[in-house]
């Protein structure tokens, strides 16, 4: 019997949250914290239409093009790479009010512990930077934080902002 205390977080549950948001494409690099939960089947996955990117800002460009056609895709990255395209996010996200919508994978976070808290620079600094920004910021962490995934993309394609979704923890591989 699982321990009841334990607290999960399924890459299928974030996969089939995109899909509920009306996804069509991924932009990713791979994410260390992703990889297995997310990054790997989204890539197998005939739903999503999948690009692989050289560069974070590469994937933002792509998603910026991909909202004037009215479609729908998400930045796969980890926070490494989300402070590595800062300026590309400050100009076609911030500037240009486009919907960027990106998964950042917390590198370093601890489960269970807030990101402003956390032992890692890297990871105490992302909220900051996404407030100053104005960039609106959802952390998961558990199973139970998901279905907040597809009301926020709605509203960032709604009120065309953008959103980053912070991924806290290594998401479970399905069986």
């Known amino acids: 019997m699982a321990n ?3 607290q999960r977080l399924q890459g299928a549950q974030l996969i089939a949250a995109l899909k509920a948001s009306s996804i069509e494409f991924i932009a990713a690099l791979p994410d260390i914290t992703t990889v297995e939960g997310v990054l790997k089947p989204i ?3 005939a739903h999503f239409r999948f690009v692989r990117v050289c560069k974070e800002d590469e994937g933002v460009g792509i998603l910026a093009g991909l909202s004037f056609a009215d479609k729908r895709g ?3 990255m980890q926070s490494t790479g989300l402070l590595d395209s800062i300026n590309a996010l400050r100009n076609n996200a911030v500037e240009y009010s486009l919907p960027i919508c990106m998964m950042v994978g917390l590198i370093g976070k601890e489960p269970g512990v807030l990101p402003k808290e956390s032992k ?3 990871v ?3 909220e900051p930077i996404l407030d100053a920004m ?3 910021r959802l952390l998961i962490e558990t199973d139970e934080d998901v279905p907040g995934i597809e009301p926020a993309i709605a509203r960032a394609y709604r009120d065309s902002k953008p959103l980053a979704i912070l ?3 290594r998401p479970e591989a399905a069986p």
Do not use: N, Q
Request: positive net charge.
């Open 43 to 45: 890539s197998r996955d």
């Open 124 to 126: 105490r600094i992302v």
């Open 74 to 76: 998400v930045l796969l």
């Open 134 to 136: 104005g960039i609106t």
């Open 120 to 122: 890692d620079y890297g």
């Open 4 to 6: 009841p205390t334990v």
């Open 167 to 169: 991924i806290g923890r």
